[in-house]
Every structure is written in C-alpha cells, then in structure tokens.
C-alpha cells in the first residue's frame, strides 16, 4: 500500500521558471515531511522538511507549502536553474529521525 | 551532517550468490536504516538495525533472503542473499541524526548491485 503518493512523475521547466511537485499523505499519524534530492549516482540528501503545525516553509528558492487537512504538501522550486535537475522524493515519518515512507519520485530537468 | 561509507560501490553478482554490504557511520548512532531502491524507482524500507537487537523487517523482507548485522554503534551490514536479477538495484545505508535542522536522515552513496 503507497501511503504517500507523488506527482508529476516527470516534469520539464525552462530555466528562471517554477517548478512544483505535489505529494498527498494517507497516514494521519506522519508528522515530518522531508523533500529529498537525488542527483544520478548519489545517494538522496535532504532539501528540505516541514511539520504539519506550519503552512509553508521557505529556504531559499526551495518552498514547502503544507495543507493538513487536506493531506497534502507540495515543493516549489523559483527560479528552476539547470542544476536542479535531479529526481526529487517527498516522504512522511512519526518523528523526523524515524523511518520515512517515501513517494515515488519526480524527475525534474530544467533546460537551459 | 553524517558521513556515511557503504562497501561495495558497486557491483557484479552472480545469480545464486549472495554478497554483503558494509555500512560505516563517522560517529556512534542509534538507528540505522536499510533501503532498496530499484531502477528508476522510489526508496523501500527493507529493516531497521538497532544495535543490540536484531533488525526489525518490513512487509515483503524476511531475514532469511537480507539477514542484517549491527555489531556496534557505528557499523552495519546488509547481506543480499542467492541473488536473483530481480534483486538488482540500489541499496542504501541511511542513519539519523542530530543536526542544525533537528533529526534528519542522512544517506550513504547507495551499493549498486547488479545481478546476472
């Protein structure tokens, strides 16, 4: 069972555009939502990462906006650059160093 | 951040084989974490390794197919066990952490196991 689910799957953004990826949660019980970035031959890193008691979260031209009630974050990346080509995961976890479940994946390439 | 090593990088394996994956932290943590992340795919829990207890499964992991050690609190291991090519893909050490962000889970690079 997917408990969070990811979209778009893929997505192409002209430089200087945004990019939005859009996630929806089933689990009422998750209370960390982390974004993760995964370049080709790495390992995914964390981007950023909100709790429900907040709306949004800005960190530089990365933005979570959050909706509780209805069991959806998104990411908003301004300014897409072409270096932000990667694939991006949202997930949830019950505690933010516990286990994540995580969407499946949105590949982002930005063109130049 | 974490400093996360995982040997091997990268791999060949034969189908029938089994072959172990090493994972070494840069500092004593308390959980660690196990990921499997086929191509082109999302990242799935595989087990979570406490050290001092034996590694808690998810559904559709059994120890016999991944046993997992975790002899201290900074290393683990993870054995792919008689390799089949569906078990080719990407496994991830994860750990968490204390940071400037609070706990956050951190990655290794990932063992890229490929099965022929």
């Known amino acids: 069972q997917q408990q969070v689910k990811q979209s778009p799957q893929s997505l192409i953004v002209q430089k200087g555009g945004i990019s939005i990826i859009n996630c929806a949660y089933e689990?009422?019980?998750?209370?960390?939502f982390p974004w993760y970035q995964q370049f080709p031959g790495k390992g995914p890193a964390l981007l950023i990462a909100i709790r429900p008691d907040v709306s949004e979260k800005k960190e530089g031209r990365f933005t979570i906006s959050f909706n509780k009630s209805a069991k959806q974050f998104s990411l908003h990346i301004m300014d897409s650059q072409p270096g932000d080509s990667a694939t991006y995961f949202c997930?949830?976890?019950?505690?933010?160093?516990?286990?994540?479940?995580f969407g499946g994946g949105t590949r982002l390439m930005v063109k130049p | 951040s974490a400093v996360i090593s995982q040997k091997p990088s990268r791999d060949i394996c034969q189908r029938g084989t089994s072959l172990t994956i090493q994972c070494q932290v840069d500092s004593q943590v308390t959980m660690m974490f196990w990921y499997r992340q086929q191509p082109g795919q999302s990242l799935t829990l595989i087990a979570t390794a406490n050290q001092g207890s034996e590694a808690t499964y998810e559904s559709g992991f059994v120890i016999d197919k991944f046993p997992i050690s975790r002899p201290n609190l900074t290393f683990s291991t993870l054995t792919v066990s008689n390799m089949s090519p569906e078990d080719s893909s990407i496994y991830l050490c994860?750990?968490?952490?204390?940071?400037?962000?609070?706990?956050?889970?951190?990655f290794g690079e990932g063992s890229w196991l490929t099965v022929v």
């Open positions: 994860s750990v968490e952490r204390a940071g400037p962000r609070g706990n956050t889970i951190y």
């Open positions: 689990n009422t019980a998750f209370d960390y």
């Open positions: 997930a949830g976890s019950i505690g933010a160093g516990n286990m994540l479940t």
